[in-house]
């Protein structure tokens, strides 16, 4: 059963930083592209940021901001956020494409605010 677990949200001031973690479990991590997505407050859900085995792409809106990484040994995606804006207020969610299907933490909140 493939889950994942996402951690590090939490209330950071605007130019602060923020690591969030994703553990995966139920399938072959190493195989997969992973991926962070978030939902801002009334907004539709975005796309941040894809990690496969050789190679990391970011939306514009964090590139130069936001690095993501893996570590395949511990089954776990990371994101650190760096020089964090208000605008980057919203839930942030880890995702695998596992056998043609989508799957999907529950999230972790992340607030920047003074």
């Known amino acids: 059963q493939v889950q994942l677990v996402e951690s590090g949200g939490g209330l950071v001031q605007p130019g602060g930083s923020l690591r969030l973690s994703c553990a995966a479990s139920?399938?072959?991590?190493?195989?997969?592209?992973m991926r962070w997505y978030r939902r801002a407050p009334g907004q539709e859900r975005e796309w941040v940021s894809s990690i496969t085995s050789v190679r990391t792409i970011y939306s514009d809106s964090v590139k130069g901001r936001f690095t993501i990484s893996r570590d395949d040994g511990k089954n776990t995606v990371y994101l650190q956020m760096n020089s964090l804006k208000s605008e980057d207020t919203a839930v942030y969610y880890c995702n695998a494409e596992v056998f043609g299907r989508d799957y999907w933490g529950k999230g972790t909140l992340v607030t920047v605010s003074s």
């Open positions: 139920g399938f072959t991590f190493s195989r997969y592209t």
